[in-house]
């Protein structure tokens, strides 16, 4: 694995900074009342990695482009992230975000719900500005994209829910891998990769290695999010842990697990998978939990990541071959490594 | 009042039959799974009024355009009705809607938000096909309307529940009218209203009278509701009654409760706006509903009621003082008796 080039973290946060005051500056430029304004601003005042939009800032850059040109869209994918993290919280009720209690539990549900549906529309605002700045064609392009990634994330997320209220037992890793393409994927790395590129090379550019490279980095972050919500550190992690769990949550562990159990301890997994979230009690979540551990669950996700991982810097190459080196090239196989070491 | 033409209620049933045969079209065609599609389809399945989508394609045809035309944007319309009271029913953990149960009871919350979020997606989508019918420039119009529309909707949904959560006791009508010309009169009735007439008259027509009438016609619509919710048949209205009350939300009914009331009973109200919804008793809430009875506050709004659709079928005259009588005139026109005359 490649060691990240110094000055990676540095990088981040300033590529951070950017979208988020530019994201923060499109909803005070709304004219919203304080009753959306404040709760809106809330999660982004939070310190957040901004993964998403310094891969595509990086990737405009790095295909050539001005950053100043990817402000907007990078904008638009921020807002429409913590749209996301504020549904996804009450979707879970999870307890914390980003080290602090969740939208709903500060604000009730009723107000977080449209508080997260007031981001969504906000992003779609900043989506207009590439119109004046990047020409009618390619912000419609530009469009394009996002409307095909928000498809996919709904549906990625039914997909998963469905899942849940179905308790699947006869899932493979091939489903999961399915699965997060549509609910992680798209709106995490794809779109960021395509659309940095399309307004960093202007004429648009085959887009079609970048779904190679796009996929096997966004699953190295969703496999390492889901091993983080089992094994992480709270402090680091900013969520409370064991959600996915309670969740009942279609993971790479669980479908380990059951491939691993059998008799008894396979029929504990599928009781376990079948009872309503808040029938899961803390003991059988340990319990769960350490049958995981020891059938190796865990250890074979890690695995897993890093073989995704080592895909990925491959698709990078490719993806990126045509691309001059740069710091922000450099930054963005950064990302690589960054994916499945991460501990927040 | 004048009397509803002959043929209204048949005219009504047929543009919600054209845009809800619209907006399944849109969802099937979307590529979506059976996880998004089956319940995103659930409510637009259900007997609605199709006010919305009607009111556009009726203002459309008045204005002497071809129905077709509008008919991607009323089946947007619908769409995002659709979401919004997906949304609305998890916000108020409401039980019913069109007479069955809620999306959210029926599928678990965490689903059911979803969906709303994927009818929104879905409705977007609809308002490409706009471009191709109508040519760039009304297209990106339209889009602006729709932009505005969902900037008030989730503003004023926002002061609502910001103003449940303060408990507030000193709101004046007035108030409420400037709420609810954001909460309910932006998607129910102006953005239909100017989006019929900017595609019926093609050159964009003076859009400024459309805001009187659609603010009159959209308020009338409001009251009636709050009102309905009160005092209605459950069986006839299809949501559960006095929701509003449990909620603590801020009607006419109750800011004239306030207003008539003095000393210990003031404070008992205060009390009751200041509770938690889950501490309202179905006994708390039919003492505040008997006040309200015997303080005149429910005739007060009713009179209320009759007082905007006066003005609404003045504002009517105006906004289409330039479009010659037709049957989808008339529509539009009686659109303001049933308002406020409605049982459902």
Redesign the interface.
């Known amino acids: 694995m490649t060691l990240p080039t110094s000055g990676f973290l540095e990088q981040l946060d300033e590529y951070d900074r950017m979208a988020r005051q530019a994201a923060l500056s499109y909803l005070r430029g ?4 304080s ?2 304004g404040v ?1 809106a601003a809330d999660y982004l005042q939070r310190p957040g990695k901004g993964l998403r939009p310094a891969l595509c800032l990086a990737t405009c850059t790095a295909f050539g482009g001005d950053v100043q040109d990817a402000l907007p869209s990078a904008a638009a994918i921020e807002l429409f992230h913590t749209a996301f993290l504020v ?1 996804d919280d ?3 009720d999870s307890e914390l975000r980003r080290g602090a209690p969740t939208l709903h539990r500060r ?5 977080a ?3 997260g ?2 981001l ?2 906000l992003a ?2 900043a989506l ?1 500005d590439n119109e004046y700045r990047l020409g ?1 064609r390619l912000a419609a392009q530009i469009w394009s994209e996002f ?1 095909l990634m ?2 996919q994330t ?2 990625g ?3 998963e ?2 899942w849940q ?1 179905e308790g699947r037992t006869d899932l493979t890793p091939g489903d999961y891998l399915d699965m997060i393409i549509q609910k992680t994927c798209w709106y995490t790395t794809l779109l960021p990769l395509r659309v940095g590129a399309l307004i960093g090379a202007r004429n648009p550019a085959d887009l079609e290695p970048m779904l190679r490279f796009g996929f096997f980095l966004g699953a190295a972050f969703q496999i390492r999010d889901d091993i983080l919500n089992l094994i992480g550190s709270e402090a680091a992690y900013g969520k409370e842990l064991l959600g996915d769990l309670r969740e009942g949550k279609q993971t790479l562990m669980l479908i380990h697990l059951f491939a691993a159990t059998e008799h008894a301890n396979r029929d504990r997994v599928a009781e376990f998978v079948a009872l309503p979230p808040h029938e899961r009690s803390a003991e059988v979540i340990a319990e769960v939990l350490a049958m995981m551990q020891s059938h190796g669950s865990v250890a074979f996700a890690e695995e897993f990541a890093r073989g995704i991982a080592r895909s990925a810097a491959s698709a990078f190459e490719e993806a990126f071959a045509n691309v001059p080196d740069s710091p922000s090239r450099r930054f963005v196989r950064d990302l690589i490594p960054f994916m499945v070491d991460r501990e927040r």
């Open positions: 709304s004219g919203v009342s009753y959306v709760p549904h009450v979707e879970d604000y009730g549900r009723a107000l719900m449209n508080t549906d007031g969504a529309v779609l605002g207009r009618r409307d928000a498809r709904v549906d997320q039914a997909r829910l469905g209220l």
